[in-house]
C-alpha cells in the first residue's frame, strides 16, 4: 500500500469497527451513563476499571492507564504488530484491503511456511507420544519430572536419531522440502540438493509467536544420542518466522498472567520455563538460547512494569548478568536479577524446595544495579592494589552512567537510590564520593558524544512530560485551534520528553496536511501503544481539568503559557549565549553583545549608563 491508502485503510476499518462491539466480545461490557465499562484484562480487577467512550470510539483503563482505539486494544489483547491488527479488524469488518500482487504472493508463501512448520511440530508430537524409537525422551521427561499434561498442553516433541525421518513423512504426505528448510527443520548439504533432519536425536520444544503459531523449534540432545561434537542444546536458525532476539518461549501461554501480574520472570532454560508452568506459575518465559536483549524488553515492554531475570547459580550464570547489566539500566524498566544457590537451575529448586520458596526468592530479587555493586563489593572486600580498585569501581560508573539521567522530575526514591549507590562505593573504595559523580558525569557525557546531526536535537531528555508539557497538550487537543500560535512559539527542541517530541511532531504534520489535529487523527497516526496511551490520558485529563469552562477560557490559559515560556525561552538562551561566550565557545562576532547586556539590564531594573 502507499501511504495515503495505508491511511485510508486505517480510516475505513476504525469507522466500520464499533469499538463496543469489539470490546464486548472480549469482556463482559455494562453501560453507566455514556461509557460502557468492564473489568480490565492486564490487571487484577476486582471493580470495573476499563471505560469504553463509543463516541470517541476509544478504552482506557484508570488503574493500567493504559488506553487507545481498536487496533490499540486488539494489538495488546493478541499479542500483535499493528499489521496483524489491521488485517484481522478488517476481515471482522468484510473490508478487503488491497495488496499489490507481489505483496498477495508473499503474504500467500509465508501462510505455506507456516503451515510447514505446524505440520512438522504435529510430526514430531505423535513421535514423542508413541514411537517406539521415542522411548528415551519419554523416559528423560519422566525423570524430569514432566506430566503428560505438560507434554501435551506444550506439544513436546522428539526427532529420532536419522538424517531422513521428517523428509519420509514430508514426501509420502505431499510436503515440500524446500519449505521444510526454508523454515528450518531441514539443513542442507553444501550443494544445496541435500536435506537432512537438523533436529535429530532430540527432545523437541515448539517456539510459538504471539499469536500461538509454531515458528521454531528448540532441540535438547539425549545423553543416548550424544557425541563429543553434539551441542546441548540446538535453536532452529533465523528464517522468515523465527527471529530469536525478539521471540522468548511460551510468551503466548505466559502472557495474560504477566498481564494480570505486571511482572515477566525470565528463565534461562526450557525446562526451567515448563517446570514454573507445571507447578502453577503462569508469568514465567524463556529466552532461546540467547541472553536477554533490546528485542525482548521491547516484546514485554506492553505487557510488564517489571522484569525478573533467573539465572544458574554456577559462574556461568553470573557471568552472563554481569553481560546484560547494561542493557538493563538502559531499559528504564524495573529490571531485577535473581542469581539461584550455588549449582542450581529453576527446575531443581522449583522440584526441592517448591513454588512458594521460589516466588520468595523473586519478590526479594535485587534491581540490576545493586546486583553489579555486590559484584563489586565482593572484589573490594579482597586484598586488591590500587589500580584494581580503580577498575572494579569504574566497572559501576559505567553502568550507572547507562541510567537515565536525573532531572526535576525523577523521583524521590530514584534520587535517593543513586546516593545510596555512591555512598557505598564511596565508603568501600576509599574514593570520595564527589570525585566519582565527577567521574560519573564525564562518563555521561561521553556515552552521549553526538555527532553534528544529534546535536540539533534537544540536549536534556526525560521519559516524563513537564507539568508544562502536559498542560500544552491538553489545551492544545481541547483547541485545536491554537496550535498555529504553538508552533509560533515552541520549537521542537524545546521539549524535554521524548513522548512530546513525537507528539508535537505528528500535531505539526497534521496541520500541514489540513487535518484537525483531535485525539482520533492521532491514534490513526501513532502505532505506539504506550504513546497512544498517552494521548487518550491527556484528552481525558484536560477534560477534567477544564471541565465547565468555555473555549475563550481554554485559549485565554493557553496564551498565558505560551507567553510564561516564550519569555523563560528567552532567558534561557541569552544565559547559554553568555556562558558559550565566556567559556570561549562563541566569539563577540557571533554575539550582539551590546544588545544582549543591555536585555539583561532591563531584566534586572538597571537602567543603562549615560555618556560622559
Given at each position: ?23 464486548g466480545?472480549?469482556l ?9 465499562k ?32 481498536i ?13 496483524a ?26 501462510s ?37 499434561d ?35 527443520v ?14 535429530r ?6 517456539i510459538r ?10 532441540g ?13 542444546y ?73 522484569i ?15 553481560e ?84 526535576k ?9 543513586e ?35 544529534e ?84 484528552a ?26 516564550s ?46
Amino acid at each position: 500500500m502507499t501511504a495515503g491508502s495505508f491511511q485510508d485503510a486505517k480510516e475505513q476499518v476504525r469507522q466500520a469497527v464499533d469499538i463496543v462491539d469489539l470490546v464486548g466480545g472480549y469482556l463482559d461490557l455494562r453501560r453507566e451513563g455514556r461509557l460502557f465499562k468492564a473489568l480490565c484484562p492486564w490487571h487484577d480487577d476486582s471493580r470495573p476499571s476499563l471505560t469504553v467512550n463509543q463516541e470517541r470510539q476509544t478504552y482506557r483503563c484508570w488503574v493500567c492507564d493504559l488506553g487507545g482505539d481498536i487496533f490499540n486494544f486488539v494489538m495488546r489483547m493478541e499479542g500483535i504488530e499493528f499489521p496483524a491488527a489491521l488485517r484481522m479488524l478488517a476481515d471482522r469488518a468484510g473490508i478487503v484491503l488491497q495488496q499489490t500482487p507481489a505483496a498477495a504472493q508473499a503474504r500467500d508463501e509465508k501462510s505455506r511456511l507456516y503451515a510447514a512448520m505446524a505440520w512438522s511440530v504435529r510430526q514430531y508430537h505423535q513421535c514423542l507420544l508413541h514411537d517406539p524409537a521415542a522411548a528415551p525422551a519419554r523416559e528423560y521427561l519422566r525423570l524430569r519430572g514432566f506430566t503428560t499434561d505438560t507434554i501435551h498442553r506444550f506439544h513436546l516433541g522428539f526427532a529420532p536419531n536419522q538424517w531422513d525421518w521428517i523428509q519420509a513423512r514430508a514426501t509420502s504426505e505431499g510436503g515440500t522440502l524446500s519449505r521444510l528448510a526454508s523454515v528450518g527443520v531441514l539443513g542442507q548439504g553444501e550443494n544445496r540438493s541435500d536435506y537432512y533432519d537438523r533436529f535429530r536425536g532430540r527432545l523437541l520444544f515448539p517456539i510459538r509467536d504471539t499469536q500461538g503459531r509454531d515458528v521454531g523449534l528448540g532441540g535438547r540432545v539425549l545423553p543416548e544420542f550424544a557425541d563429543e561434537r553434539s551441542a546441548k542444546y540446538v535453536n532452529s536458525p533465523e528464517t522468515p518466522l523465527f527471529a530469536k532476539s525478539r521471540l522468548l518461549y511460551a510468551f503466548d501461554a505466559a502472557r495474560d498472567a504477566i498481564s494480570r501480574s505486571r511482572t515477566a520472570v525470565v528463565v534461562e532454560g526450557y525446562t526451567d520455563c515448563l517446570m514454573a508452568h507445571q507447578l502453577g506459575m503462569k508469568n514465567v518465559v524463556a529466552v532461546l538460547g540467547t541472553a536477554i536483549g533490546e528485542g525482548h524488553i521491547k516484546a514485554l515492554r506492553p505487557f510488564a512494569d517489571k522484569i525478573v531475570l533467573v539465572l544458574d547459580g554456577d559462574e556461568a550464570g553470573r557471568r552472563r548478568a554481569a553481560e546484560v547489566l547494561q542493557l538493563f539500566v538502559s531499559a528504564q524498566m524495573d529490571v531485577r536479577v535473581l542469581t539461584l544457590p550455588e549449582e542450581s537451575d529453576p527446575c531443581d529448586f522449583l522440584l526441592a524446595k517448591g513454588v512458594e520458596a521460589f516466588q520468595q526468592a523473586i519478590d526479594t530479587a535485587g534491581d540490576a544495579l545493586d546486583y553489579k555493586l555486590n559484584l563489586v563489593k565482593n572484589k573490594l572486600t579482597k586484598n586488591i592494589g590500587p589500580h584494581e580498585v580503580q577498575s572494579a569501581v569504574e566497572e559501576v560508573l559505567s553502568v550507572m552512567a547507562h541510567a537515565p539521567r536525573l532531572s526535576k522530575a525523577t523521583t524521590t526514591e530514584h534520587r535517593m537510590k543513586e546516593d545510596s549507590l555512591l555512598a557505598t562505593l564511596a565508603a568501600r573504595s576509599g574514593i570520595g564520593e564527589q570525585s566519582l559523580r565527577h567521574r560519573m558525569s564525564e562518563l555521561r557525557k561521553a556515552k552521549k558524544s553526538p555527532t553534528s546531526r544529534e546535536q540539533k536535537q534537544p540536549t536534556v531528555s526525560s521519559s516524563e512530560m513537564t507539568k508544562w508539557e502536559r498542560q500544552l497538550f491538553e489545551d492544545v487537543l481541547l483547541a485545536p485551534q491554537c496550535l498555529p500560535k504553538v508552533r509560533a512559539t515552541i520549537q521542537l527542541e524545546n521539549f524535554t520528553c521524548s513522548e512530546s517530541r513525537e507528539l508535537f511532531d505528528v500535531l505539526c504534520a497534521l496541520e500541514e496536511q489540513g487535518v484537525a489535529p483531535g485525539v482520533e487523527s492521532l491514534l490513526l497516526r501513532i502505532d505506539d501503544l504506550q504513546l497512544q496511551s498517552r494521548i487518550l490520558a491527556l484528552a481525558e485529563d484536560g477534560q477534567s481539568r477544564t471541565a465547565g469552562r468555555s473555549t475563550d477560557e481554554i485559549t485565554a490559559e493557553l496564551n498565558e503559557l505560551l507567553k510564561n515560556l516564550s519569555d523563560n525561552f528567552t532567558r534561557e538562551g541569552e544565559s547559554r549565549r553568555l556562558h558559550e561566550l565566556r567559556t570561549g565557545q562563541l566569539s563577540e562576532a557571533e554575539l550582539d553583545l551590546n544588545e544582549l547586556i543591555a536585555q539583561k539590564r532591563r531584566q534586572q531594573g538597571i537602567s543603562s549608563p549615560t555618556d560622559g
